[in-house]
């Protein structure tokens, strides 16, 4: 009797992975194919974290270097075409970076990716929240939103080819009020 059980426990084990062991089949995926995509959508995840980082540490150099050479930035009605664009619209936003620069007052934070890769084209939907230092030293979000990117492969490398940045809390039209409410209070 515990020959049938083991049997039949084994059995429904491996019914139970019939529809993913026919989805494999179904793509046709050698395993060098599966694991170029797990490589792939790993580089992207990484794209996408550096984004943020760089973001973080005011390090423009390094950011514009994750869009490809015509990359592009958008948000609401602003559109920045070019890494030389997107790199002034960031000392636009934020100012020169200082020498030995430590961000202490803002980090942002990406999350959810969902990461879609055809050969060297791919698509990624991403949320991000923006967090900065309130009054007593708290962290409070200040700004939510998601990321909508088109990626390729350049120079053997994945780069962001269109991030479309979609405010959520606040809108873009408030977030924008705070930035020149912000600029303003500092000088």
């Known amino acids: 009797m515990k020959i049938h059980r083991s049997m039949a426990g084994g059995m429904l084990a491996l019914l139970a992975l019939m529809p993913a062991l026919a989805a494999a089949q179904a793509n046709n995926l050698t395993i060098e194919q599966r694991l170029q995509r797990v490589e792939d959508e790993l580089a992207i995840h990484r794209v996408l974290v550096d984004y943020a980082a760089t973001q973080d540490a005011r390090d423009y150099d390094g950011y514009v270097a994750l869009f490809a050479k015509e990359g ?7 559109v920045y075409k070019g890494r ?31 990461i879609d890769v055809q050969g ?65 209070g500092a000088q």
């Open 72 to 78: 592009e930035w958008v948000n609401g009605t602003a």
């Open 84 to 114: 030389e664009a997107i790199k002034n619209m960031l000392i636009g936003l934020y100012g020169a970076t200082p020498p030995g620069y430590v961000n202490n007052e803002s980090y942002h934070l990406t999350s959810n990716p969902q």
């Open 120 to 184: 060297d084209r791919a698509t990624a939907r991403s949320r991000h929240l923006l967090v900065m230092r309130g009054p007593n030293g708290e962290p409070i979000p200040a700004l939510a939103g998601r990321y909508e990117d088109e990626l390729i492969r350049e120079d053997g490398e994945w780069k962001i080819l269109r991030r479309v940045d979609y405010p959520v809390m606040p809108t873009a039209e408030e977030w924008m009020k705070f930035i020149r409410e912000r600029r303003a």
